[in-house]
């Protein structure tokens, strides 16, 4: 199948601002599932509220786009009701760390055969740039208009911590290493954390006075340097891309399997 195949075209041009991240997001995302070669039937996405939720109403799989921060409740629900389906959860910093907090770390431990996708923009933008536990301290939103003074959570090391098997980050500058994580978690037996850094001009960027979106991509480009590499061992203040979990460990749906098994022939 051909990318657009996977595309509800009707619904587009998209709604995001120019510049923004989310769009290359989808765009690797899909190219990650044809090379994965899927059937677009055997996927599902659900989405919560926000800027990177309305990715579910663009792509043409089984998608549900249900309230804020829940999204990876419901994608456990089909899950445990579908094991066999592909599930996929597109969120931003509110779906993920905010409101959906608790649901994310309980995901990870259960590690529930799950993809998320966590769009870092440090910001809520489609309710008009307030900040968000990925903003960090020291920056401008309209709820705070005299800096931010609270620590931003760490994607990666929270993923880990709560027992993700497989996690990941990448930058929307780096679309074709995005793609190579992508079809990695989706691939990979287990729940799966994929951060992408993703700018937003119109908020973030404005604000803080990052630039335009071409600048705040170059400085993706500049700021970040692979796990492993010399530029990130002669800097360490470098953002860190690449894989850092891969792990193997039972999975929650096929450990589900064995309890009914057992209860049934008790």
């Known amino acids: 199948m051909a990318v657009t195949d996977y595309l509800r075209e009707r619904f587009f041009p998209h709604m995001w601002c120019p510049g923004c991240g989310h769009g290359t997001v989808l765009n690797s995302l899909l190219r990650a599932i044809e090379e994965l070669g899927l059937n677009k039937n055997d996927i599902v996405m659900t989405s919560g509220i926000g ?46 760390l ?68 497989f996690v990941a980050r990448s930058t929307t500058y780096h679309a074709k290493e995005c793609i190579d994580f992508l079809k990695k ?17 119109t908020h973030y960027g404005r604000k803080n006075k990052e630039g335009d979106a071409p600048q705040m991509m170059e400085s993706y480009k500049n700021n970040t340097a692979k796990i492993g590499s010399k530029a990130l061992a002669e800097n360490p203040s470098l953002i860190a891309r690449g894989i850092f979990v891969d792990v193997e460990r039972p999975e929650y749906c096929q450990e589900y399997d064995k309890i009914i098994e057992r209860a049934m022939k008790g």
Request: glycine share 10%.
């Open 51 to 96: 800027c990177s939720a309305r990715i579910s109403g663009y792509v043409d799989f089984h998608s549900l786009h249900t309230i804020h921060g829940r999204a990876l409740t419901f994608a456990t629900g089909v899950k445990l009701a579908r094991p066999h389906l592909k599930l996929l959860v597109p969120m931003g910093d509110g779906d993920a």
């Open 98 to 165: 905010a409101i959906g907090g608790n649901h994310f770390i309980h995901a990870a431990r259960r590690n529930i055969d799950i993809t998320a996708i966590i769009m870092n923009n440090r910001i809520y933008g489609m309710t008009g740039g307030q900040f968000s536990p990925l903003s960090g301290p020291g920056k401008k939103a309209t709820t705070a208009p005299y800096l931010t003074i609270d620590s931003e959570f760490d994607i990666v090391k929270l993923a880990e911590a709560a027992g993700a098997t």
């Open 185 to 201: 978690a989706i691939d990979h037996k287990g729940f799966s954390v994929v951060e992408i850094l993703s700018q937003c001009p």
